[in-house]
Nanobody, 125 residues
Framework: QVRVVESGGGLAQPGGSLRLSCDAP????????IAWFRQAPGKEREGLSC????????YYADSVKGRFTTSRDNLKNTVYLEMNNLKPDDTAVYYC??????????????????WGQGTSVTVSS
């Protein structure tokens, strides 16, 4: 069973930054496409970013383009989501998801095979 673990959430002020991490002990993330999603209270889960296998491409939703950046550290087997210029509307639970086919195919949650439990981000002054 693949265990995906997000970390790095917390409280940030508007205009601030946070970096989320996605790890999967014993499972080499480099081989797969890794996406970040979020779900705010009362809203549907929203796809934010995706990095393809071997970092061959990165993809972003319009809502976060220019503010969020996804990257990998293969030595640490970790995928990051760097979030800058945070806004109160960014408040949500953030999830990391794995697509074993390795390429970005869209934001449909059913395309992703493994999910973490989420890490909570609150943006408030």
């Amino acid at each position: 069973q693949v265990r995906v673990v997000e970390s790095g959430g917390g409280l940030a002020q508007p205009g601030g930054s946070l970096r989320l991490s996605c790890d999967a002990p014993g499972f080499t993330l480099e081989y797969y496409a890794i996406a970040w999603f979020r779900q705010a209270p009362g809203k549907e889960r929203e796809g934010l970013s995706c990095i393809s296998q071997y970092s061959s491409g990165t993809y972003y939703a319009d809502s976060v383009k220019g503010r969020f950046t996804t990257s990998r550290d293969n030595l640490k087997n970790t995928v990051y989501l760097e979030m800058n210029n945070l806004k109160p509307d960014d408040t949500a639970v953030y999830y990391c998801a794995v697509d074993i086919l390795g390429r970005f195919r869209g934001w449909e949650a059913t395309l992703y095979d493994y999910w973490g439990q989420g890490t909570s981000v609150t943006v408030s002054s």
